[in-house]
């Protein structure tokens, strides 16, 4: 069963930096492409950083030189580093990856950015 779990989230304080991650059950070099998504309350998922097998990388222009999205594909595990943390980057975080034409979404992790 494939599987995406995400971990790394929490609370911090403006202007912090968080990592999170996203461990897939197998290889990561199964799932193209591979991706963070976001979802504050209310709001609609949006999509933060994606990779491609090809080394291709796209931001979103709110987080363009704040966050960094890189994957080990020894580790079968996906990054998201995070610094300069502002409060509207407060949201549940997914991961999300596609194997030909089925996506796969982990369960989420929040990061909470405080003022």
């Known amino acids: 069963q494939v599987q995406l779990v995400e971990s790394g989230g929490g609370l911090v304080q403006a202007g912090g930096s968080l990592r999170l991650s996203c461990a897939a059950s197998g290889s990561i070099s199964n799932f193209n492409p591979m991706g963070w998504y976001r979802q504050a309350p209310g709001k609609q998922r949006e999509l933060v950083a994606i990779i491609i097998r090809t080394g291709y990388i796209n931001y979103a222009d709110s987080v363009k030189g704040r966050f960094t999205i890189s994957r080990d594909n020894a580790k079968n595990t996906v990054f998201l580093q995070m610094n300069s943390l502002k409060p509207e980057d407060t949201a549940v975080y997914l991961c999300?990856?596609?194997?030909?034409?089925?996506?796969?979404w982990g369960q989420g992790t929040q990061v909470t950015v405080s003022s």
């Open positions: 999300n990856g596609w194997i030909s034409s089925n996506s796969y």
